[in-house]
């Protein structure tokens, strides 16, 4: 039976960003990625989803938060000049990074109703003769 947890037990355990080594067939090698915390979310979330419908640098901005190292040291979290190259790099190697990192930070329900929503708001009406 699990114990219930306190403050002292939720606030004084240590952030383990768990870096997850991601396969990349496509470059012959791999990469890591790591969990993000809580705040790191919300500012990620606050630049790219839901308030530009069409920037293209949403699931680049996400890979490149998450990449790590072995000992899960981001990568490139600070340094965001880069991020519209990275995110106009190979899809599928995006996409591989993208997808674990999505998947490994438990985002997969929450985005997924988000970007759907923003996605309504972008289809244009239909087109055909009145």
């Known amino acids: 039976m699990s114990q219930h947890l306190t ?10 960003r768990c870096p997850l080594k991601v396969p990349i067939p496509e470059r ?3 990469v890591f990625v790591c969990r993000i915390t809580a705040s790191e979310r919300e500012v990620w979330e606050g630049e790219y989803v839901g308030t530009d419908d069409k920037d293209p640098n949403t699931r680049g901005s996400f890979a490149w938060l998450t990449l790590c190292d072995e000992a899960g040291v981001q990568q ?3 340094d965001k000049r880069q ?8 899809c599928a190697f995006i996409t591989r990074v993208f997808k674990a990192a999505y998947d490994h930070n438990g985002m997969d329900i929450e985005f997924d109703k988000k970007t759907a929503k923003n996605s309504e708001k972008t289809t244009p009406p239909d087109s055909g003769s009145s």
């Not at 403050?7 to 383990?16: M, S, V």
């Not at 991020?83 to 190979?90: K, T």
């Open 7 to 16: 403050t002292t037990d939720i606030l004084g355990a240590t952030f383990d």
């Open 28 to 30: 012959d090698g791999h």
């Open 76 to 78: 490139f979290a600070e």
């Open 83 to 90: 991020i519209a190259s990275f995110a106009a790099m190979d």
